[in-house]
């Protein structure tokens, strides 16, 4: 069983890992005003960036699904890793060597993880196939076929390419040679398990290591070399583990997101060699799929590198196919997942239905970037290859034509473009403008109707509003605890107990605005400024309990982290508003900062506390007042406390009359 990690390794792991550059292993960050970044979220589909990081903080948060925390939290919801996983996967990255409570151990029972543990049989398994290429005279095969396709030594070091013995145990013996286990290398796919004991999964052929967006090695990709190779399939590629799912993989994905983050352009391929070949022709944002078609999280995994967002100006994705049938189908799948990018995508297929590859070897490196330079736009070729497949020289092909195009036409997200896609649409089948004007027209209230059709069925209405339907209510059900089983609150249930502060109130988001400034830049308040404020002073109850955590932390004190601050007072504070205080400890402040400390300008603050002091007093006076009516309308009123409350009213107004003498 794994053992707890000493607390004073996790704090270390905590201080010593940088935020900005584990989000950046998955997300282009881009400045969001002083002390904070942002991108798109990792954790949902969007198409304007929500999700800010605030590196001296040491937190994340998302404004669009609401998540957040810090790095640890981060890796875990990343990497889908328990909290001591997290904590290892870190310190490894780092180079610290962690400490457990007596009789403890790490969560993998070893010297590592168990996702750790994995990726370092890969790491092996890839060099002892890398080795083999270049040494085992059974390998010739394996040279000649990289030979051939223009691929030398160098390349094959730079892709990591190996080949796989033919013996089929060699791998396999290997890595328990390494002190591997049967258990680590059949559950991480590198081995099976047959009647005689382990075999390697791979045998005879020319392997690709696939590595995650981190570098690191999770699977491979093997072709057949040998005729006689039992297995006819000419591509094997390792079956989904803990540590590799294909759907969220791309091959290159490592070497290129450099160039598609500062280029925001990305090349898809259909295979290794041409990513390879793409590589080493100049195009360095190629990648391809494993084994698997082109999809929706590998969409969302690309957005999130190139900054697919609405605000800026569109990036730029272009897709490579085929020539025939096939890569015309593919085509047409990632035309129908057009509306995911924001991007503006592109198609590039060279003369002759060549791939990179082969362009690369007849053509050379120039015909490589010349084919991604003149790359058609998605719909051109869209629509182009549905027309292709109908006789334009009769009138039945050409009504046949439009209509089929129609709903293309009517798809593309720019609607000021469709009039000028209608005409050029017109001359490439040969019809009146009109004509393709009406059928778009039809296409869209076909496209209407059905849209309005499954926003009335249960799976729409689920869609639109948010919670669940009739399925999704029946698998809850039958997922709650016995009537006898209390069990005990989730965060989720704790946050749910506190309404969500209303921002449209100008109190409420002042109140906020002084919040934030609290959590991210303790050192701008004096002493006794916190005190002056009383925690009924903040109307929406989370606020107060975020303000009470506030004042459980001790106050702002100088000298202490931002990071460190902010911990403190989540430790504080109430359990429902943690993620509440990780999402005030990153927001942006409206305001401006004093260039030579780099802190909001005092008078900012200053009017800050102001507004929620007085806020307080007033509501105080307003209820001391209506105290005092419906004492007025009662007869058996204690004329002494009438008095005192009298009292109490005056010094009230008169606190409030000062206050706003020294804000003026």
Known sequence: MAGRIKAEDVALVKERSSIEDVVREHVTLRPAGPGSMKGLCPFHDEKSPSFNVRPAVGAWHCFGCGEGGDVISFVQKVEHLTFSEAIERLAQKIGLELHYEEGGKPSGGESLGRRSRLIEAHRVAQEFYHHALLNAPEARAGRDFLRERGFDSEAAKKFGVGFAPRGGEELSRHLRSKGFTDEEVTLGGLSGRGSRGLYDRFRGRLVWPIRDITGDTVGFGARRLFEDDRIAAKYLNTSETPIYKKSTVLYGLDAAKKSIAGDRKAVIVEGYTDVMACHLAGIEGAVATCGTSFGVDHIKLLRRIMRDEADLAPARVVFTFDGDAAGQKAAMRAFGEDQRWASQSFVAVADGGMDPCELRIAKGDDAVRHLIDDAVPMFEFAVRTTIARFDLTTAEGRVQGMRAAAPIVNSIRDSSMRPEYIRTVAGWIGVEVEQVQAEVSRAQRIAARDAKEAAESPAGREGRDGRPGQHERSREAASRPDADTVPEPSIEEARAALPTPDLRDPIVFAERQLLQTLLQYPDSFHADDVDKVSADAFTAPAHRAVFDGVRGAGGP?????????????????PLAVHGLVAELAVASLPT????????????????????????????????????MRRMATDPHTDPALARSLSGELQELQRELATLRDQAS
């Open 592 to 627: 401006r900062f004093d260039k030579a400390t780099g802190l909001p300008e005092r008078r900012y603050i200053d009017a800050l506390l102001t507004r929620v002091q007085e806020v307080s007093l007033t509501r105080r006076i307003a209820d001391a007042m209506s105290a």
């Open 557 to 573: 004190q100088r000298g202490l982290s931002v990071q460190a601050w902010a911990d403190r007072v989540t430790q504080a504070a």
